[in-house]
């Protein structure tokens, strides 16, 4: 049975010190007397929310889960290639890790200030307004966040043929039926529980950090034996195009991007005000030097030259170093790229969820399973965007795409911010950063749109403001004007708990109803 969730988000989400569920504070109050922060679950008046049971251990895992995904494991080459030397590609991944920290500390301030699942939706929602928040949620909801499940899903059974079923070859067909198979069941884990959602999200980040520690202990063996002539002419042939760089910080950022996933899950998150900041200090500054250690390893087996034309540099590095133990590089891939599929599916349907809350999608996908405790309907909608993509094949050159896309809205979280210092100065906000952080990473987010389309347009990025403008042409009528669609209406009926009073809502509701 299924439960419609009928609050926004913001500030006032009834969560009183003491909550109806007897839990108590943990000491944020807000001027007011009320605990902004310490809810577990609330069953005011016919409201749900989602209950808190994401720890810190598990937070961690969450981010380390869903940033080491294929990346670091499949090819480091796009970086490198852009880059042209060793001594700029080292530099950029370190970058990126650093960028990932600074932004994710801002995140954190934002997280803690409005603490409502939805991460970028909440926070551009609070600062801009209704149309925004409403084409982010377009865009995640129906092409970012189901196209980096599914990139990482078919990396997924791409290497999990090859590992076990190496007499099918790499047919595409085998590989998108694995694909398939393997959201069909993160579909279900994450349907089924959150605690078991988390739990496997801890079991595969641990398995994840050993195969990053053989991969790095034999790139440390191999120092010992001498191995260290790849790391002569550390800038030679370094790009001195600005295009080439901002591409290149794509690449790496792909790497990392899941740095603010934690923040799709806040209202899930026991004591986030301390949770969040502490699982970014550990998780990002480790995923960082694991990349770094990689790619040192890498260099001991292979030259750079060896590293441009190589598809996938794990493997080899594994035949190379491991020799008849290789295959436990593959079977490490998929296990990394299917702990960090359930963690970003896990991070998506809360944005779904969020966005569908506050009137933006269909209603029914506010609704949360009452035994469960989860988003059931978002993660399946999710699920089958994500199965349409992996189906059509259309997603090889989304990495560039998604990309630009996601700075995008990145820089907006941090303007988002920068507005709120001054529009809602009296908000209680337990966790703060120097302004300097988000005037940073905003600044670089300017760069990392404006540069390529300077130095070197591609049809992607066309793609990206083509979607957001039909986005807004489809806000007037759906949501500015509330146009209804009949069908869908009786689709939250059917759907969910059977009362018309309760389901039955248009498509797209005034985007301000719900506040």
């Not at 310490?38 to 049971?53: C, I, M, P, Q, V």
């Not at 200030?113 to 909440?122: C, F, I, K, R």
């Not at 133990?325 to 969020?354: D, E, H, K, Y």
Request: aromatic share 12%; proline share 4%; glycine share 8%.
């Amino acid at each position: 049975m299924l439960r419609n969730l009928q609050t926004s988000h913001g500030y006032n989400n009834n969560n009183d010190t003491n909550g109806d569920d007897g839990s108590e504070g943990d000491g944020e109050t807000a001027s007011n007397g009320k605990n902004m922060l310490a809810r577990k679950l609330s069953t005011k008046g016919d409201t749900l929310y989602l209950e808190r049971r994401v720890g810190l251990f598990s937070g961690v895992a969450l981010i380390v889960g869903t940033m080491i995904g294929s990346g670091i494991f499949v090819s480091p080459t796009g970086l490198l290639i852009r880059t042209g030397s060793i001594g700029l590609s080292f530099i950029i991944w370190a970058a990126c890790g650093a960028m990932s920290l600074l932004g994710a500390l801002a995140y954190a301030e934002l997280g803690t200030m409005n603490p409502s699942s939805g991460a970028e939706y909440a926070y551009l929602m609070d600062a801009f307004g209704p149309m925004p928040a409403f084409l982010f949620s377009w865009i995640s909801t129906l092409i970012l966040k189901p196209s980096q499940v599914a990139i990482i899903c078919l990396s997924f059974a791409k290497y999990a043929v090859e590992a076990f079923v190496d007499e099918c070859g790499s047919s595409d067909y085998v590989v998108k039926i694995v694909a398939v198979l393997s959201i069909l069941i993160i579909t279900y884990i994450n349907c089924y529980s959150v605690n078991l959602a988390t739990g496997v999200q801890n079991a595969f980040t641990a398995a994840k950090l050993v195969a990053v520690f053989v991969v790095v202990a034999g790139g440390v063996y191999k120092i010992i034996q001498g191995r260290t002539e790849h790391f002569r002419n550390y800038f030679e042939n370094t790009t001195t195009s600005m295009g080439d760089v901002a591409t290149a910080f794509y690449s790496g950022l792909w790497a990392y991007d899941g740095w603010n996933n934690l923040n799709y899950v806040t209202e899930e998150i026991k004591n986030p005000s301390k949770n969040i900041p502490k699982a970014i200090y550990i998780s990002i500054p480790l995923v960082t030097m694991c990349y770094l250690l990689v790619n040192v390893a890498y260099l001991t087996i292979m030259s750079p030259d060896e590293i441009v034309r190589n598809e996938a540099v794990a493997v080899t590095f594994g035949i190379r170093a491991l020799g008849s133990i290789a295959w436990v590089i593959p079977l490490s891939i998929t296990i990394s790229t299917f702990g960090s599929a359930n963690g970003t599916l896990f991070a998506a349907g809360r944005l779904c969820f969020a966005a569908s809350r506050e009137g933006h999608l269909m209603h029914v996908l506010s609704y949360i399973h009452i035994k469960k405790l989860t988003p059931m309907p978002s993660i399946i909608f999710h699920s089958i965007i994500t199965i349409v993509m992996v189906a059509s094949g259309t997603i090889n050159s989304l990495i560039d795409f998604f990309s630009f896309t996601a700075w995008i809205f990145y820089g907006s979280a941090m303007l988002a911010l920068l507005v709120m210092r001054y529009t809602r100065p009296d908000v209680p906000r337990p966790y703060k950063v120097p302004i300097i952080i988000p005037l940073t990473i905003f600044v670089i987010s300017l760069y990392l749109v404006v540069a390529p389309i300077i130095d070197k347009p591609q049809i992607e990025y066309l793609y990206s403001v083509i979607f957001m403008i039909a986005g807004m042409i489809f806000y007037v009528p759906f949501v500015r004007l509330g146009y209804k669609f009949r069908i869908i209406g009786e689709l939250n009926v059917h759907t969910g708990s059977g009362s018309s009073d309760t389901a039955v809502i248009n498509f797209f509701t005034v985007a301000g109803s719900a506040h």
